[in-house]
């Protein structure tokens, strides 16, 4: 009955890792977390201060459900019920995210999710978090890390038995599980970069546009998406290309960023009072794609979310995908009682949908860029959306699969392929009707013509 | 008239390297080579002893032309007049490599044509190769090196003015040069490995079989290629999956050797006396396909060969394109005056074809598996051929511009594509026209019928 308890070292506290964390108290394991910036819920947090929000859908809502902090959660956000895309020609037009009540989003502040995971995991017995300290070794045959304080000072060897990988896009872990092996891996750059911007609430105390929505400005060279704050407040992201004649680079006096806005973003210059001071105060992000494999090594390393696969933000699902990468680990160690086996049954189950997660998010930035506000976009979206109200469950749009159903990615997107080709069809079908009915009413009119 | 001659340190004195280094020396550039391996022609080189061969094909014999190496390089090789294919069921086919006489490629040995490229690199003034001397740094921002004797010692500071990464499929001057910039990279490993083994001569002193060709025993779980060398024999790469029921992990008895090239490849068994102890022996390399971006780092930095753009072996492009770049940035320094410019050219002329041989390459993986002996391919084959033969200059299969011409790989395969189209539209014809005669023919015995 003293059996030790096996101990898990889990490498970054993000939204990945905490909650991988829950999961592998809950399963018994001892857990030590280990994060290299201070702890979200202290005032050290975020001097830089960048609130940053997300859109909470359906796959990271069950994974929270799972656990039992989604109604926490719930509270906490704000439900976002569809987009609100404003054209540049002043054009203003809301498109509900779905046809059902639960299909709607909710946005909610990284910083404070994180917390929240954070104060469950820390309330298990034998899970310890430890903020400010860095992995800067990983001997992936002993499972042994060499962490160090944030700031400098003495490392420190920690054994484990399993080192979870949930360190980010430019992920330690990764790079030293895969050194030296056969190990696929690709980074991919958008030329584009994203910055932060703040929609502030209006003079009145009440919101300056629609609060219950996901704000788009879409946008050839340049698009911004914004998110709603509980305080009435948005948050909104700008993105565009990092260098060239519209750019980042080029926004670089408080006329040029005027500028921009007046011919892009007509009606958002407006509701930021502060907007050329924002732009040039804030730093610019970068956005990239991760793909690799593998995604463990033997029964001891495992990688989870961005570290494993990041996208683009432009399909909203890079939380819940790491949300959901922790439940189905967590189901995996539940299935294969030996832990290679289910480290193996993890990365399969997984990969083949955040590589297809990887390519909608790459395609949604085209969508975002130009397709949302042309006419061919909406009534596609408007016929697929009344298909899915006549055909409750038999069809769904592919955005709604994403968003609001857990159906794996792949699956969702041959299950959209195959209502795209029933759409072309019917397309091709309705053309050929009114082909033959014109050659029919022509006919008519001749034999009419020759009586 | 004192000026300065401006310094280029070349990591790596491989194929590329060795080139380059002779190149820019003509330039005008004072150059340092810095390779961790000892010099190819002492005695020390290669105590594994393996004697690694390639093709020179059209690409590789220009760069070598305009250096005045080529026919003192010719000298040294033997001529592959085409391709050998032996068919499991023991077929042997011979496929001449093109119609006309210039249309063949030459077995070199490697580390032969690395001594010769170094020794006419070395005859120039300023030029200074350090064998044995390992780069452990580069500073991109000042083009400086830490170089360190491989064995062990003092490191020292070579200050550049510009530093060329020819380090190879792992560079480390490409590391360096993109850390913690937007770079892209992907590294793709084959699920399969390969051997390098030797058919001796035989007994007689005379070739086991006829030399002046490259041998091809094609096959879906393991194929081998084997390139002449001067003495008669014949050194042979055999890739395999690394590991599974038919893999390099599955050789691991002398039985399993024998059992396996009598069940693939049952002609070659009988060529090497000593197979199983050579399998045993010798150790399995890697195949690694890499596509990077960018390639150069303002006027300081520029990667050339495998650190820029490493392909699979089975289109025997590696060499040739690796020569190719040497020729195209010597070209492009005398174009543009200003090196930061000469460097984005090249890096311009040059990224958009080695892609499309990283993809030939791929491709050309699965017809050495399967298709070189079907028939359709062996018609489809010949069918080029005889085109090429009737529309001399005007009909180029693939095959022969990648290999007989130096047209950039991309104009290649878009000139191929398009004479598959033709070829499909002729297919395509014909069955229209057989169909049209056979209904023709049809009517005609009806309307007899009636008569």
Known sequence: ???????????????????????????????????????????????GGRSINLGLSARGMRALDGVGLLDDVLKQSVPMRGRVVHSPDGTVRFQPYGVREHEILHSVLREELISRVVDAAEAEPGVRFHFGSRMVHLDRETATVRVAPTGGGEPAMVRADLVVGADGVFSAVRQQMQHGLRADYAQEFLPWGYKELT???????????????????????????????????????????????????????????????????PDAEDLMPDLARQVADHPVGHLVTVRTAPWRHADRVVLIGDAAHAVYPFYGQGMNSAFEDCAVLDRCLAEHPDRASALAA??????????????????????????????????????????????????????????????PYADALARADRQDRILRGAGAGLVLAAALAATTLRAGRRRSAGR
Chains 1, 2 share one sequence.
């Not at 993000?14 to 809950?26: C, D, E, I, T, V």
């Not at 993105?239 to 011919?263: K, Q, Y």
């Not at 016929?383 to 469950?393: E, Q, V, Y």
């Open 1 to 47: 009955m003293t059996e030790r308890r096996e101990r898990v070292v889990v490498v970054g506290a993000g939204l990945a890792g905490s909650l991988a964390a829950l999961h592998l108290a809950r399963r018994g394991y001892e857990v030590r977390v280990h994060e290299r910036r201070p702890d979200p819920r202290s005032a050290l947090a975020g001097p």
């Open 199 to 265: 929609i502030p609430v209006g003079d009145d105390g009440r919101p300056r546009v629609r609060l219950e929505a996901l704000h788009v400005w879409p946008g050839h060279e340049g698009l911004m998406v914004a998110h709603p704050n509980r305080d009435g407040s948005l948050t909104c992201s700008l993105f565009m290309a990092h260098e060239g004649p519209v750019s980042f680079a080029a926004l670089d006096t408080p006329t040029a960023v005027v500028d921009f806005f007046r011919r892009h973003f």
């Open 346 to 407: 993890f990365e399969a189950a997984r990969k083949p949908h955040t590589d297809v997660l990887a390519d909608l998010s790459a395609a949604n930035f085209e969508d975002l860029r130009g397709r949302v506000h042309r006419l061919g976009y909406t009534i596609a979206a408007a016929a697929d959306r009344t298909l899915a109200r006549l055909l409750p469950g038999r069809w769904v749009p592919l955005y709604a699969m994403v968003a609001h159903t857990t159906a």
